[in-house]
Each structure stands twice: as structure tokens, then as C-alpha cells.
């Protein structure tokens, strides 16, 4: 990989180049549009989900300016303006995890869990885990829906919230002990984990 082909490997390469092509955004976009996406309606639902992502995308190029290009991931950025902007939908999520109470199913997840009896025990888990999940504090529930569902790491988690890593671990770990209080013995993060969704 030659010097140039390693600088434009980065997303930070991208933003800059995007500040004088601003074509050059589409691939940012190209990268993570589809783990933001499936984010973003895991936890809103499909219908507010395309407009929540396209608002992130249009956020994030419009403040590509600002963007701190030392940072050669954009991915806890980018997830950090989505989460920020689903806080104006909070109802929706809620309403959406109690639909998941409701039914079990999870709209996302469904199509891709193929054995029967492993769909009945997680949609019997997913109604509990979503009544717990919709009475967390925003706060906790987006730390641990950033990481469970999101796949950020701890550190990406605290980037993209804007808040220090020793929080994010005591949001997870409050949410985690909550969660485990509610279901019993049933591990919240099994329950939370994400399944492959998009090959």
C-alpha cells in the first residue's frame, strides 16, 4: 500500500478531502450508512429510522469542517450524532420497545434467527429485556444500546456520547444490574447481543 492509498484508507482522509470535493463524503457515507442504519431502527423502528440516518449524514457533512481529523475512525462520531438525534424520538423508542414487549418479535432480527425454538426463547426473552430496556434512563440506555447494538467499544461509546470513558462504564454497569434484576438469571447482554443481520 503506497503513501497516498494508506492516507485515503481512513475516514478522516475522506472528511478532509470532502472539505475541497465534497463528493468525497460519499464514501464516509458508503462505510457506515448500513450499521447506522440498522442501529438507528433497532431502536426507533424502520419508519424513523431512514429519517433519523439521513439527518445524521447531513449533520455529519455539514460539520465535516469541525471534524478533529487527528480521529482516523468517524464512526463514534457519526453514531454520536445519531444518538443525539434519536433523543427527539424517545417516545418512538419507547413505543418501539413495547411493541417488542408486546409481540417479542424484533423487526430487525427476525428474519435472520431461523430456528424455531431459538425464535420462541428469544422472543419470550426480548419482552422482558424490552419492558427493562424502555424504563432505563436515556442516559444508561444509550451507553449500553451504543455497545450491544451499536458494536462500539467502550472507548467509541464514551466518544460518541461526549462523555468519559469511567461514566460509560458505570451507565453499562447500572444498566446491566437493572436488566439482570428484572429478567433473573437471564444474562441482558446475551439477550442484548446484536445478530448478524446484514452479510
Known amino acids: 500500500m503506497n503513501e497516498t492509498s494508506r492516507g485515503e484508507a481512513d475516514d478522516a482522509s475522506f472528511i478532509e478531502r470532502s472539505r475541497r470535493e465534497p463528493e468525497a463524503f460519499a464514501e464516509v457515507f458508503r462505510r457506515y450508512a448500513p450499521d447506522i442504519t440498522r442501529y438507528v431502527a433497532r431502536r426507533l423502528g424502520e419508519d424513523a429510522a431512514e ?3 439521513a439527518e445524521t449524514f447531513l449533520t455529519a457533512f455539514r460539520q465535516r469542517e469541525g471534524y478533529d481529523l487527528a480521529r482516523p475512525h468517524a464512526r463514534p462520531w457519526l453514531y454520536g ?3 443525539n438525534l434519536m433523543g427527539r424520538h424517545r417516545r418512538t423508542e419507547v413505543r418501539q420497545l413495547r411493541i417488542l414487549e408486546r409481540t417479542g418479535v424484533d423487526p430487525v432480527t427476525a428474519p435472520f434467527t431461523e430456528r424455531t425454538d431459538e425464535r420462541l426463547i428469544a422472543e419470550a ?4 429485556l424490552a419492558n427493562a430496556l424502555a424504563a432505563l434512563p ?11 447494538w451499536g458494536d462500539l467499544s467502550y472507548p467509541e461509546a464514551a466518544e460518541a456520547l461526549g462523555v468519559r470513558l469511567g461514566t460509560v462504564r458505570s451507565r ?9 434484576k428484572e429478567l433473573g438469571e437471564i444474562n441482558p447482554m446475551a439477550t442484548v447481543s446484536e445478530e448478524p443481520v446484514y452479510e
Do not use: E, Q, Y
Request: aromatic share 0%; hydrophobic share 45%; proline share 0%.
Open 51 to 53: 429519517d433519523v440516518v
Open 81 to 83: 450524532i445519531a444518538t
Open 125 to 128: 426473552s426480548r419482552r422482558n
Open 138 to 148: 436515556k442516559g444508561h440506555r444509550d451507553a449500553l444500546l451504543l455497545v450491544a
Open 172 to 180: 453499562i454497569n447500572r444498566a446491566r444490574n437493572k436488566l439482570r
